[in-house]
């Protein structure tokens, strides 16, 4: 998450030696300071970025006229004196087009700047599970749909797509992604040739970019140390350390879903045994619940509805599977020793009705615990969603004069 604005990633952009390359800069800082944080006066964001009045005006001048803020003076304050002028995310300003794939359905949605979600378009996948080409086809079929909800002056200024699975942010390669039925699979490139030729395109790992999503603007915000564990038909984690994004050497750290629990375990669907995912991933849950068929949002849900309606064999299954999450997070606090563990998508779920097996468990399992503490997510099932927004973002909140030039 080489470009994301918060933090230490910032301090270490080079500094810029020439006026207008510190202007461009500076730009960038202010836009995403509203991006993080929404409306701010020009009084905070003086405070915050640690320049003069005069410097913050004219930034924000500037990104007006780009078309990305919006800004204007409150009416009918109490306090005397002048009001600062407050500046917002322009309405009608450009959008990141953010996918989150999922196994069941292809979710595209248009976000703003600020990280709204503006419009969203849910298409199943039909039949199960999809050819790459099939699903790039959904994805762009989705579009106009998207473009016509958020208005035509507005303009997108890139897409970003949240992969279930080991893929190479470079070039889009997906390597595995074992629930979609994929091995080398060259997504990006598939995707890349059916979108319009001016839009830029990204893709990462799911677990990351949720990760990335509840560190900005989720339960994890100001917490440099996290790890974000996701439970869906797959699971998978994503690491922030010393308020860095951990990816690893190929991008694809976190693979905590096919870690394992035990060698003669149930079969994976990576082809070994034992993985965790077999025992907190959704068809875990599914199967010792005693449903039929393959997870969907839906069935899972009535589970931990049925569980909570006081349904023995539901509350059973939830609790088995609690037991297996607290092993499953005692091993990450041993590695990693994070200050908190967000729980996402079923594994949420587990969480809300079987907090004190997970924590029994996490206790029982985890050398030393200390400070950890678990959380549920706060951007739930959209947590995918809007970090790939972040990522489609990104260059925008670096060069906001370069890229809204080129869009
Ligand atoms: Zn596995």
Redesign the pocket.
């Known amino acids: 998450m080489s470009s994301q604005a918060r933090g230490p990633d910032r301090e270490q952009q080079p500094v810029a030696a020439r006026p207008d390359a510190i202007r461009a800069h500076n730009l960038g800082l202010v836009l995403s300071e509203i991006h993080r944080s929404g409306a701010l006066t020009r009084a905070e964001l003086t405070a915050r970025l640690g320049v003069s009045r005069s410097t913050i005006g004219a930034l924000v001048a500037d990104l007006a006229h780009l078309g990305l803020v919006f800004e204007h003076v409150p009416s009918g304050g109490e306090r005397a004196g002048r009001p600062s002028h407050v500046v917002g995310p322009r309405p009608g300003g450009p959008y990141a087009v953010a996918v989150d794939l999922d196994i069941n359905q292809i979710t595209t949605a248009a976000v703003g700047i600020g990280g709204q979600v503006l419009a969203r378009h849910v298409a199943p996948v039909d039949p199960h599970p999809g050819t790459p080409a099939a699903i790039a086809r959904l994805i762009v079929d989705a579009l106009p749909a998207l473009r016509s909800a958020v208005g035509r002056d507005s303009r997108p200024v890139g897409v970003a797509v949240s992969v279930p699975g080991t893929v190479n942010r470079r070039d889009g390669f997906v390597e595995f992604a ?1 629930n979609m039925g994929w091995r080398h699979v060259e997504f990006g490139s598939i995707l890349g040739d059916a979108l319009p030729a001016n839009l830029r395109l990204t893709l990462a790992n799911d677990a990351n970019l949720a990760v990335l999503a509840e560190h900005i603007r989720g339960a994890a915000r100001d917490t440099g140390d996290v790890i974000y564990l996701m439970g869906r038909i797959g699971v998978g984690a994503g690491l922030f350390a010393g308020g860095r994004a951990v990816r690893g050497f190929d991008g694809h750290a976190g693979e905590v ?2 870690t ?1 629990l035990n060698p003669a375990g149930p079969k ?6 034992g ?4 025992y907190i991933g959704e068809k875990a849950l599914m199967n010792l619940a005693g449903r039929r068929g393959e997870p969907t949002p839906k069935k899972v849900a009535d589970i931990f509805a049925a569980a909570n309606g006081g349904e023995d064999k539901a509350a059973a299954a939830v609790r088995v599977v609690a037991e297996s999450l607290g092993r499953t997070v005692a091993n990450l606090v041993n590695m990693l020793n994070p200050e908190l563990v967000v729980l996402g998508g079923s594994l949420a779920g587990v969480f809300d009705f079987a907090r004190a097996d997970v924590e029994r468990a996490l206790s029982r399992h985890a050398v030393t615990r200390l400070h950890t503490e678990l959380r549920v997510g706060q951007l739930g099932d959209d947590a995918p969603l809007l970090g790939a927004a972040e990522l489609a973002f990104a260059p925008l909140l670096a060069s906001p004069s370069g890229v809204m030039e080129a869009v």
């Open positions: 074992p879903g096919h394992i994976c669907h990576c082809g070994r045994r993985c965790v995912e077999t």
